[in-house]
């Protein structure tokens, strides 16, 4: 019915959107006309092989980088035409970044960690609140040496959503751990996306893990192949790879 179509709204969208690159002579074309619309509140899996674009595309919308071509919008906002200073409080305000590798520094606690976003941020959440959502409370003054690989992905993740960012946009939040840690960051990341309604978007190359998504997109080559709506997700828990 149209009064519930428009309670729905668009997070991001893109207009034919291209990404050159150029590496001496060769131009590489990193992005071929994406066009995506991504709604709020959903769990995005984008997926596709190495070298199929979904990085690049989701270093635009993050504000990371900027196409080539094409239009890149934030709810109202056109990204593409956003100064370099509106890009940063653009990425600081509303934008929290999961990748594979944890980037936490060594010489800081857990806590002092997620204390790096939360004192530079407004009304964020407390490094401790967010470290309980995560499940790490009784870990926040541990330094990452004393902390597992999916301990450490944790801490990243917590540092990304203190903020209460409106976008949660992980890169191969998998990519680096075991099956049973990825399902347990993984889980994490679905929960939060649940019970904060953070539109969600997971970079992935395995595809089992688009079957917990609301919306699944498929990359190759620089191009969207596929774009559905997930009508039977599973629990994260009954995840097999």
């Known amino acids: 019915m149209p009064m ?7 997070v991001f969208r893109t207009a034919g959107i291209t990404k050159n690159y150029q590496m001496g002579e060769v131009t590489v074309r990193a992005l071929r006309g994406v066009d995506l619309e991504l709604l709020q509140g959903t769990f995005v899996v984008l997926l596709g092989p190495s070298g199929s674009g979904k990085s690049t595309l989701l270093n635009i919308l993050g504000g990371l980088d900027v196409p080539t071509a094409g239009e890149v919008f934030y709810r109202e906002q056109n990204l593409t035409t956003a100064s370099e200073a509106e890009l940063t409080r653009y990425r600081r ?62 801490v990243a993740i917590a540092r990304a959503i203190s903020k209460r960012p409106d976008v949660l946009l992980c890169d191969e939040p998998t990519g680096a751990l075991d099956v049973t840690t990825g399902i347990t960051v993984l889980d994490v990341i679905e929960r939060i996306n649940r019970e904060l309604g953070t539109t969600t978007v997971v970079i992935t190359h395995n595809a089992m893990i688009s079957s917990i998504a609301d919306h699944v997109i498929s990359m190759s080559d620089g191009q969207i192949i596929e774009s559905r709506m997930n009508t039977e997700k599973i629990p994260v828990k009954q995840l097999q790879w």
């Open 4 to 10: 519930q179509e428009s309670q729905v709204t668009t």
């Open 93 to 154: 305000q509303h934008v929290g970044f999961v990748f594979q590798f944890y980037n936490l520094i060594p010489s800081l606690t857990a806590r002092e960690n997620v204390a790096l976003v939360t004192e530079v941020v407004g009304s964020s959440m407390k490094p401790e609140e967010a470290l309980a959502l995560v499940g790490l409370e009784n870990r926040s003054h541990h330094f990452p040496s004393q902390l597992s690989g999916g301990e450490q992905q944790r």
